[in-house]
């Protein structure tokens, strides 16, 4: 593309970095709202909303760094050629390469504490349940939640007890889709930066292939010039053979 159309594509992409921000905002908000809601059908309708907002963020954050990495991938071709606005497009790209990645933090942060919120509130109805727990039963049940330990361990109500296990179970259903989310972040990541090692690589490929024809081109011209050397040394060697065989014949025909 040229540099106009360029402009426009990094301007666009700006753009959508700004919505996915907005976004990861909103899920803060309805994050932060679902650790006060009592009521479940609000519960239900907020994490309805917050798994909408998700899919639309990831989706949005794929296409982004997909289009990212095509910049960067025409800016790697545009070095080769010395292109004039290859510094300019540089700076835009590692512009929204830092917008790019800043996002990721963000969202990636938000659903960090979120999923320690979700945590703490299982810990805590887990103790109600079982008070005299220990912080590795705390832990062991935080990674795998069963209704038989709710039972074994029960002190409360059969109705108290089943209200305490829905709580638990809904909180480590938000906790997996977190960690899913979360996961999914990394992988952009990764993807980010796997393709600047690739880029790094051709990049030291084109110097390592540039310096090799440096000194295949020096040795060249070590040959060349040891050649001119030699043709120099075989003419001057020829002409002092010359003149020793002119000067023999001088001194024959004097002594005639």
């Known amino acids: 593309m040229?540099?106009?159309?360029?402009?426009n594509e990094t301007i666009e992409i700006e753009r959508n970095i700004d919505e996915i921000n907005l976004n990861i905002r909103q899920i803060q908000t309805i994050q932060t709202r679902q650790l006060t809601l009592t009521s479940e059908e609000q519960e239900n309708t907020f994490s309805q909303e917050r798994n909408r907002l998700t899919d639309i963020i990831l989706k949005s954050l794929t296409e982004t760094k997909d289009r990212i990495r095509k910049i960067e991938s025409e800016n790697i071709n545009l070095q080769k050629i010395n292109h004039p606005d290859v510094t300019l497009r540089e700076n835009r790209h590692a512009l929204l390469k830092r917008k790019f990645t800043n996002a990721l933090n963000t969202y990636?942060?938000?659903e960090d504490t979120y999923m320690k919120q979700q945590k703490d509130k299982i810990t805590r109805q887990y103790q109600l349940v079982y008070p005299e727990a220990t912080e590795e039963e705390v832990e062991s049940y935080l990674q795998n939640p069963n209704e038989k330990i709710f039972f074994t361990h029960s002190t409360l109500g059969i109705e108290d007890h089943k209200e305490a296990l829905a709580e638990v179970q809904k909180r480590y259903d938000d906790i997996q889709y977190i960690e899913k989310t979360i996961a999914e972040l990394l992988k952009l990541f990764d993807e980010i930066r796997l393709h600047v090692e690739e880029a790094d690589t051709s990049i030291q490929e084109l110097e390592t292939t540039a310096e090799e024809h440096v000194v295949e081109?020096?040795?060249?011209?070590s040959i060349l010039e040891a050649a001119v050397v030699d043709a120099r040394s075989a003419r001057n060697k020829k002409w002092i053979c010359a003149s020793v065989t002119l000067m023999e014949f001088l001194l024959l025909f004097i002594n005639l």
Do not use: D, H
């Open 217 to 221: 081109m020096e040795k060249a011209n």
């Open 2 to 7: 040229n540099t106009s159309e360029f402009l």
């Open 108 to 110: 990636r942060e938000i």
